[in-house]
Structure formats: C-alpha cells, structure tokens
C-alpha cells in the first residue's frame, strides 16, 4: 500500500508517497467500517481510509486485471440487499481465459459496489434479491400493494377530473 494522503498529524513520517502493508482490521476504525483498512507502516500501525491508499502489490493487481476481463463474460449475476435495501452480497460467474469456470463473491460493500458500478456500464442484467424474513416480505409486498392501489386511485380520480373530449 501506499499513502495517497498527507497523514502527518498522526506521525511525522507519515506522508504521500510512504509504503506500507495492509494487515486487515485490527484498529477500531476498521473493524467497525469497511472504508479502512489497519496498515503497518514498520514505524507504526494506522486504520487509513481506502480512499487514502494506492495499492502497489502486483499479485493483487494481476488478480484485479483478470477479474476485469471476466466481467465481460459475467452471468447468473446477483446483487444480494437487506430489507432496507443495503447491500448484503454481490456473486456471480464467468469463464477465465483458459475456459474453467470461476465464481466471484464479495460481502465487501465497496468492492462490490465498485464491481456492481462495472458490470451495470457493461450493461450486465443483474438479479436483485432481498434477504428478509417471512414478516419481512409480507410487510414489504402490502406497503407496495398499498402504493400501487394509492396510485391507481389518484390515476383515476385525475382521469375523471380531466375526461377527454
């Protein structure tokens, strides 16, 4: 990793361009959000924010160039949200260059949106689902019959009022 960010107000050594390797979520900042990443700069550990870094590591990259060639090739897509329609999961399957088949799935909401945003500009279909529980999806199916019912009234009531000639 390498710091994109002038980060000096946590330590001098801190500053654009330092290196440093991403060791997961250990800091509070990290485990609690999915926005930053615990990096250990030999000098000290920090949560940095994603936005702040620049990796550098050529394994993860290469992984990442070949994932962007199998979005072209991407089907079975699904984009997994929560009742209140955050995202929960993102998987879907492609075929490599040499033919086997390989699945992708990320719970990471950044990755995922990032891949989601790529895959709808290639104007991938992806199937929405919504993880709820019984209670959830009735709840949810009478609000939406409710508010097709409203508009279907209001439809009505506006044809009335302005009849055609």
Excluded: C
């Excluded at 390797?21 to 994603?50: C, E, H």
């Excluded at 490599?96 to 709808?120: I, Q, Y």
Aim: aromatic share 8%; proline share 2%; charged share 40%.
């Amino acid at each position: 990793m390498k710091l994109t960010d002038d980060l000096t107000k946590y330590h001098e050594k801190l500053v654009i361009g330092t290196e440093g390797n991403a060791i997961g979520v250990f800091g509070p900042y990290s485990r609690g959000n999915d926005m930053f990443i615990t990096v250990d700069f030999k000098f000290k550990q920090l949560d940095v924010n994603w936005s702040g870094l620049e990796i550098i590591d050529e394994k993860y990259l290469a992984g990442k160039r070949k994932l962007n060639k199998g979005l072209k090739k991407a089907k079975d897509i699904v984009l997994t949200v929560g009742p209140a329609g955050g995202f929960q999961n993102l998987k879907f399957n492609y075929k490599d260059e040499k033919g086997a088949e390989v699945r992708f799935e990320t719970w990471t909401k950044n990755e995922g949106l990032e891949v989601l945003k790529s895959l709808e500009e290639l104007g991938k279909k992806i199937k929405k689902d919504i993880n709820e529980t019984d209670v959830q999806k009735q709840r949810r199916l009478e609000r939406e019959a409710k508010k097709k019912a409203t508009e279907k009234k209001k439809a009505a009531k506006k044809k009335k009022e302005n009849p055609k000639p």
